[in-house]
């Protein structure tokens, strides 16, 4: 699960793209799922060395 091809999209044509490739959206939603990924593995990292289970709003700042 994550940021699905047809969201990249709509993503791009929110930004003011007029028409957007199957690439770019391919592309668009795989950098952002690593990123997501990447952010909320330390979010978790955090709260766990917190001695928290629950992943917070601050852990999520802190990762970014």
Known sequence: MGITK???RK???D???VRV???A???LSEILNKSAYAMAGKAVKL???AKRQT???ADIELAR
């Open 25 to 27: 959206a391919d592309e």
């Open 6 to 8: 047809l969201t990249a």
């Open 11 to 13: 993503i791009l044509k």
């Open 55 to 57: 992943v917070k709003k």
């Open 21 to 23: 490739s199957d690439s």
């Open 47 to 49: 709260a766990a060395h």
């Open 15 to 17: 930004a003011g793209a």
